[in-house]
């Protein structure tokens, strides 16, 4: 079983800032891409930033230049930095990744997702 466990969520000004943080556990052999997510209210669920296996990075245009997505592959845990937020910014951010269990067994994993809320 592999869990994920999202943190780093909360209510922030606008121009404010926020890390999030995910923790990979149990049977885990290799972790492969890690990715954060978002959905908000009446929206479909969003592909925020992503972290390849060599740590190539893809974000959405929207957070291009404001958010930055890291792993400390020791620790199993990935992080969203969060910078200058706006308002649209606010959504609930779901932490994902693609881990082996084993040597040729691989499927996407999802965290419970942590509230980022962002006041004008």
């Known amino acids: 079983q592999v869990q994920l466990v999202e943190s780093g969520g909360g209510l922030v000004q606008a121009g404010g800032s926020l890390r999030l943080s995910c923790a990979a556990s149990?049977?885990?052999?290799?972790?492969?891409?890690m990715a954060w997510y978002r959905q908000a209210p009446g929206k479909r669920r969003e592909l925020v930033a992503a972290?390849?296996?060599?740590?190539?990075?893809e974000y959405v245009d929207s957070v291009k230049g404001r958010f930055t997505i890291s792993r400390d592959s020791a620790k199993n845990m990935v992080y969203l930095a969060m910078n200058s937020l706006k308002p649209e910014d606010t959504a609930v951010y779901y932490c994902?990744?693609?881990?082996?269990?084993?040597?040729?067994?691989?499927?996407?994993?999802w965290g419970q997702g942590t509230q980022v809320t962002v006041s004008s």
């Open positions: 994902q990744a693609n881990i082996n269990t084993g040597l040729d067994e691989h499927d996407n994993y």
């Open positions: 972290l390849d296996n060599v740590d190539n990075t």
């Open positions: 149990g049977t885990i052999f290799r972790i492969n891409a």
